[in-house]
C-alpha cells in the first residue's frame, strides 16, 4: 500500500510467466493489436499513436518530452510536487527553456496562474503538467489546465502515471495532446511499462521536427516501425514479450470490471480509508476537492518516528506505506489505495495495524474506532 | 531459435511470476546486491559500476553513449552489421561525429582499419564496436580492438548483446570501458532488461562532464542513487521488479552451470549444427575464425522463397528462425543457439523440420544425412 507498485493480482503474474515468443511472431503481433486496443479503452480515446513504452513511467516520461519538444522551445511546466521537477529536468536535457509555474506541495496546478504565465509567454509551445501527483496525492483539473493551454496555442503533455484507471481521466474530450502513465498503479500490473498516447496535432508535431529526436529509443518514427498501424512490424528494439503479456491481461481485468466501475471502486475504498483514518484523529494533507483516491497523503502526529512506523508496519504486518517526499518528507505517509491493492481488507490491515504500531509508540490518536467506522463507509 | 529472445528456461519464467513487492524493500535491495554481484562474474569484471538497465539492449547502448559521449565529441564507430549503424545513430543524436570504419557485413571488424582510423583522427575520444554482431553472426577480436584503442587514448564502447555468457568476453581482462548487453540472448532470460557495466576509466569521464547526460532516465549520475554501492537507494524510477527476478534467476543458473562450461555448451552445439548444416550441402556465410558459436547465418540455397521456408517451420514445426538483415537481407537464415536454446534436441528438430521443408520444396539438397552427422559431432 505504497506510492506503486501496486499488488499484482494472480491473473498478471501468470500471464507473465507464459513461455516467451519471438517478438516479430505473427500470434505476438496479434496481441500487441489488442494491446494497443485495450490501451485507447483504459486512457478514452482514439489516438492510433497509442502505444507501450518498453520501459518505465520515467521512459513514458522522457518519450513525450524528446519527441515534442526541440532545442530552443519554451515549456511552461507546471510543478506542484516531484514530477513536475522532473518534467524541468526532461526539458533543460533537450536544450530547451522550462518556464514554471509553482505550487505549493499537496495544493493542486493553480489555472490561474497557468493563465497569466501563457500571457507573458505567447511564444510558449507547450503545457506540461501532473495530473495526479504521486508525491503530495493531489489531482489538477486536466481538462481546465488543457482548454487553457489550448486557448494560448500551446500542447499539452499530461503525466497519469498514477491516474490511469483509478481516477476519471478523459483523453480525448479532454483534448490532451500528450500523456503518459505506468502500468504499477493502478492497473496493477508490474512495473517497467510505460502507456503512451499522442493525438494527431502532436503526431503532426512529431512529424514537422527540424531536428532528429535525441533518444533512438524512444524516437516514435522508429517505435512505429513495428507499433504502428499497418506496420511492416519492421524490429526496432527487442520488446519485452513478458511484461507485454502481463499488461495485456492487466487491461483484459481492466475492461471486464469497466474503466467507470474501476473508478467508482477507487473512490468507494478511499472513502472507506478516510472514515478510518479521521475517526482515528489523523488527517489529510490536501484539501477534499482535490484529494486523490488512489494515494492518501497522512499527515503524521506529533512527536512520532515516522520512519519507524513504517519499519514496523512492514516487519511486523509485512505492509509496505510510503514516505514523503521533498517537502513533505517526514511530514506525511503516503498510503496506496491502486489497482488490486484497492479492497476492503487492505483497508482494514492498514487501519488496524497503524492504529496498533501508534498506539505502542505512545501516539496521541483515538483506539478502538477507526475500523468500525471504515466498515460503516463501505456499506453505505 | 531465432536471433532472440532465446527460450526461456520453467525456472526463470516461474521467478518473474513471484509476487511483485516495493522496489525501495529491503528484501529487494538484497537481491539487486546480488544480481550485481553476478553481474560482475558474467562479465568477468570488479568494476563498482555493473548493473541492469530498466529497459531493452538499445537503451542500455543508449546508456553507454549518452554518458560518454558529449556535444563535439568524436567517436569512432567500427560498422560491420546492424549494430553499427545504430551506435552511429547514438553519436549523431548527442550532437558528436562518428567516424566511421566500415567492413563488409558477415567479417569481423578490421584491426588495421581502426588503427589507420586513429592515426588520422588523434582527437578520437571514443572507439565502440559490436563484439558479437547479431545481424550476421560475425564475431570481432575485442581484445585486439580494444588495445589499438587505448593506445591511442581512446575509451572504448563495446556491444555485447549477443555474446555475454555465450562466448568469452573478459570486461577486466580485455580492458573494456564501457558495455552493454540484454537478457534475451544467451542468459536465456525474457527480453526487457540490459545489463551494463563501466570501469573507474569511464566513470571518472561521466564524472567530469561539461554538460548533462542528455537522458535524465540513462543518467548513470542518477541511476547510481538507486542502484550504486552504499548509495541511500533513493527513488530514481521505479525498477521493473519481476523482470529482475527473472534476471537474478538466469545469474543463478549461469553461476551454476559455470561460465566457461556455458562457452563450451555455446561452441559444442554450434559445432554440430554446422556439422549437420554442412552436410546437407548448406554453407555459412562467416569464416569460420570469426563465427558466433550462438548465431548461425546460413546461406540460402538458391531458387528458395527464404521467407515461406521461416513462415512453414513456424507453422508446421513450431520453430522460429530468423530473416537475414539489411544487405544479407534475403541471402542467410539467422538460427540461434542461444542459452536454454542451446541445446541437442533444439539441433535436431532444426535440421530435420529444415531438410523436411526444403526437400518438399525441391531444393538442391543432401537428405537424410544432417541428423547423424550431427549426433556424431555431438558425442565425439
Known sequence: ???????????????????????????????????KEMLQYAFATQNTLTIPVSAPGSAGMESCFVNLVEPGDKVVVCQNGVFGGRMKENVERIGATAIMVEDEWGKPVDPNKLEETLKSFPDAKIVAFVHAETSTGAQSDAKTLCEIAHKHDCLTIVDAVTSLGGSELLVDDWEIDAIYSGTQKCLSCTPGISPVSFNDRAVEVIKNRHTKVQSWFLDTN?????????????????????ALYALHEAL????????????????????ALRAGIEAMGLSFVVDEPHRLPQLNSVTIPDGVDEAQVRSRLLTEFNLEIGAGLGSLAGKVWRIGLMGHSSRAENIFLCLSSLEAVLNEMGADINTGVALSAAQKQLSS
Open 222 to 242: 522508429l517505435v512505429m516501425g513495428y507499433w504502428g498501424p499497418n506496420a511492416a512490424r519492421a524490429y526496432h528494439h527487442t520488446a519485452p514479450i513478458n
Open 252 to 271: 483484459v481485468m481492466l475492461q471486464e470490471e469497466g474503466i467507470k466501475n474501476s473508478w467508482q471502486r477507487h473512490m468507494d475504498n478511499h472513502l
Open 1 to 35: 500500500m505504497g506510492p506503486g507498485p501496486s499488488d499484482v493480482h494472480p491473473r498478471i503474474t501468470a500471464a507473465m510467466a507464459r513461455p516467451t515468443i519471438g517478438h516479430l511472431d505473427p500470434v505476438f503481433v496479434g496481441m500487441m493489436d489488442q494491446v
